[in-house]
């Protein structure tokens, strides 16, 4: 029975003493300090957390948000699609400033409506084929987001804009040169008497002084008739296809009317071509004689002519038929010498009778002496 009672307590005091070791292996070295001086009667130590040193940021300036670098970004390629524009002509305007406004030839819109060039009116509807280009989205990749910059605590200094640069004025161009037209004739004439009319077309800068080349005559300084979008040459008006040449005609039927220079001249932006007419007026009275000048554009490959009037304009003459012409002057010349010779006689006789007799009495005092 003793031995039984000593062999379950040396058991129970084996158990504790093995539970024992467990507990203090699993303890620390610093709760077996305090486990230590506690049995001791020591209080234990406490621990000094220990300081981490606080760097201090370097100011960066300023503050840049975080940045997104896109390795792709979407494309659009254009896909030329035609289209049809019903297009309304308006005063003014032209076959060649409607196609370039909506980038076409003119020989297109003439083949697409069956137009003569020259024939077009306001308030006409012509029908514009144009390849107008439509966006195609492309391949697209979506943008890779970099890192965020480290936020500090530095003051934010702020960003300093950069000084705009102007951009230096640009030159004034000079004035682009304008066509001017310029008419000469005289005011009033005389049945049969010829005189002359000139007419230039003068291409220059500025505003253009009419000249008198004849004394007497009557000199104007007018502006042609709109041919094209403004500011574009003659010869360039259809394009560098064309050929332009300038035509000047004369018309009156009171008038004979003769041309002294040639009808048509070709036009390379020369400073002044001059046509010039003999007129003999028949018919007395204030009479009219039209003046014309056109433009002719000839296409190289085809030989098609465009044909425009750019200027017109009603020169005004008085013609009076005077109270002796040439012939009759002569007429009444022979006449009045005849007349007067016949009536010259008596006088004649009477002025040699008193010479004989004066002559008679000289010679009798003579013989009394």
Avoid: C
Avoid at 9 to 34: D, E, F, K, N, Y
Avoid at 303 to 331: C, D, H, N
């Amino acid at each position: 029975m003793l031995t039984r009672t000593l062999f379950i307590i040396g058991l129970v005091l084996l158990i504790s003493a093995l539970a024992g070791a467990v507990v203090i292996t699993t303890r620390t070295p610093q709760q077996m300090t305090a486990a230590r001086a506690t049995a001791e009667g020591l209080a234990p130590p406490t621990r000094v957390p220990t300081r981490t040193p606080t760097q201090t940021p370097t100011p960066t300036g300023t503050l840049r948000p975080p940045t997104s670098t896109p390795t792709g970004s979407p494309t659009f390629t254009p896909t030329p699609e035609r289209q049809t524009i019903l297009y309304v002509v308006k005063p003014g305007d032209t076959l060649f400033s409607i196609a370039r406004r909506y980038g076409v030839s003119v020989q297109t819109i003439v083949e697409a409506n069956n137009v003569n060039p020259n024939a077009i009116v306001a308030g006409q509807t012509l029908k514009i084929e144009t390849l107008a280009p439509v966006p195609t989205p492309g391949p697209t990749s979506s943008p890779t987001l970099a890192p965020p910059a480290p936020t500090t605590t530095s003051p934010t200094v702020p960003p300093t804009s950069p000084t705009a640069t102007e951009a230096p004025p640009r030159p004034t161009p000079p004035p682009a040169p304008t066509v001017a037209v310029e008419a000469e004739w005289p005011p009033r004439m005389e049945v049969d008497r010829s005189d002359s009319i000139r007419i230039s077309l003068v291409n220059q800068s500025g505003t253009l002084i009419p000249t008198v080349e004849v004394p007497g005559h009557t000199a104007v300084a007018d502006t042609p008739f709109p041919f094209s979008t403004p500011g574009i040459p003659i010869v360039d008006a259809y394009g560098s296809e064309y050929d332009a040449s300038v035509v000047a005609r004369l018309a009156g039927t009171a008038f004979e009317i003769e041309r002294a220079t040639a009808e048509e001249y070709p036009w390379f932006e020369q400073s002044r071509v001059t046509w010039e007419w003999n007129i003999i007026p028949k018919i007395p009275g204030e009479q009219i004689v039209n003046a014309t000048i056109e433009v002719r554009w000839k296409r190289r490959d085809t030989g098609q002519v465009i044909e425009q009037a750019i200027w017109r304009s009603r020169l005004e003459i008085v013609v009076e038929k005077p109270w002796l012409t040439t012939g009759q002057i002569s007429l009444f010349t022979v006449i009045g010498g005849v007349l007067g010779s016949g009536l010259s006689i008596p006088w004649i006789y009477e002025r040699l009778q008193d010479w004989r007799k004066s002559r008679g009495e000289k010679a009798k005092s003579s013989k009394k002496k």
